[in-house]
């Protein structure tokens, strides 16, 4: 099992910064893959960015040069740096992480508001 703990959402203006942490503890040997989702009201849920192991990334066409994704492996922490950020940036963000027996694990969700 593997544990997700998410912190640093918030409320922003527009044109601001924000910082997410996402802290995976428990069988953390290995984990392949680790990203943000995010889903706004009445939508799906959608990929933000993710980071394998080897440190490839994948950035959702919306964000790219606003966002970058990275990861402390030795902390087993993914970091979420958001800029530049829009309203239509408002969600719920959510941590994933992919273990080495493909089994996904969410965080609980932090709200990212960004007002106008």
């Known amino acids: 099992q593997v544990q997700l703990v998410e912190s640093g959402g918030g409320l922003v203006q527009a044109g601001g910064s924000l910082r997410l942490s996402c802290a995976a503890s428990?069988?953390?040997?290995?984990?392949?893959?680790m990203g943000w989702y995010r889903q706004a009201p009445g939508k799906q849920r959608d990929l933000v960015a993710a980071?394998?192991?080897?440190?490839?990334?994948n950035y959702a066409d919306s964000v790219k040069g606003r966002f970058t994704i990275s990861r402390d492996n030795a902390k087993n922490t993914v970091y979420l740096q958001m800029n530049s950020l829009k309203p239509e940036d408002t969600a719920v963000y959510s941590c994933?992480?992919?273990?080495?027996?493909?089994?996904?694990?969410w965080g609980q969700g932090t709200q990212v508001t960004v007002s106008s």
């Open positions: 994933n992480v992919l273990d080495m027996y493909n089994v996904d694990y």
């Open positions: 428990g069988r953390t040997f290995g984990l392949r893959l």
């Open positions: 980071i394998n192991s080897g440190g490839t990334i």
